[in-house]
């Protein structure tokens, strides 16, 4: 069985601090996709980040930066110098990379919130 | 590019209502869709996907169904809608097995 834990339920920072958001997940199959994606109040998923298992290279895109680690199962997502549009409810998600398996499984999410 | 739109995108249905939320995707052919529900302050739980017409996979046994009459049109439906059915509705798309799926801006249900 696939699992993805988000264990921080909610995150307060103020503007311009950097901020860790946790992914933990569990998985018995050697390859796989991990997902970043953020959710802003007005509902719509948006897609951030998409990580094969094989391609353990930490990645930067501007103030998002992501660390993958398959030896303790994490991927984690860092904001840097954060700001109020950052504000939003953000999932990790993770899915078997074989032919047909459909099923994204996501964590509960982390709420953020930027303190102007 | 690729665009992908849902209505309505709210609705307020008495209990024993029938439902019926449509999805459509465009830009893009024979995609993978997907349904999923959000409950309040929870995480995603998908309900249904397709990866063609007519052809429907059930991820939970539930109160609904869906239906893919077109390539790109996906639909969710109730015959008598249940208190539990309230939610946030969410449909998706993808392409090519490694992409991410894309999602749509949702609806958000409320049955009363």
């Known amino acids: 069985a696939q699992k993805v834990t988000q264990a921080q339920t909610e995150i307060s920072v103020v503007e311009k601090e950097d901020v860790t958001l946790d992914c933990v997940y569990e998985t018995r199959d050697t390859t796989y996709y991990l997902f970043w994606y953020k959710q802003p109040p007005s509902g719509e998923l948006v897609f951030l980040i998409r990580?094969?298992?094989?391609?353990?290279q930490n990645e930067i895109s501007g103030r998002y930066s992501w660390n993958f680690q398959k030896s303790t199962s994490s991927f984690n997502f860092t904001i840097t110098a954060s700001q109020v549009v950052d504000s939003a409810v953000y999932f990790c998600?993770?899915?078997?990379?074989?032919?047909?398996?459909?099923?994204?499984?996501f964590g509960t999410g982390t709420r953020l919130t930027i303190i102007p | 590019s690729q665009t992908i739109h849902q209505w309505p995108a709210t609705l307020v249905q008495p209990v024993g209502s029938p439902l019926s939320l449509e999805c459509t995707v465009e830009?893009?052919?024979?995609?993978?869709l997907y349904w999923y529900r959000q409950a309040a302050g929870r995480g995603l739980q998908l309900l249904f996907y397709s990866v063609g017409i007519g052809q429907i996979s059930s991820e939970v046994p539930q109160n609904l169904s869906a239906s893919r009459p077109q390539d790109r049109q996906f639909i969710l439906s109730s015959k008598k809608l249940l208190l539990s059915d309230s939610g946030f509705y969410l449909c998706a798309w993808r392409t090519g097995a490694p992409n991410p799926q894309y999602f749509g801006p949702g609806t958000r249900l409320t049955v009363t």
């Open positions: 998600a993770l899915r078997r990379s074989n032919f047909g398996n459909e099923k994204l499984t």
């Open positions: 830009g893009t052919s024979n995609p993978n």
């Open positions: 990580r094969n298992s094989f391609d353990e």
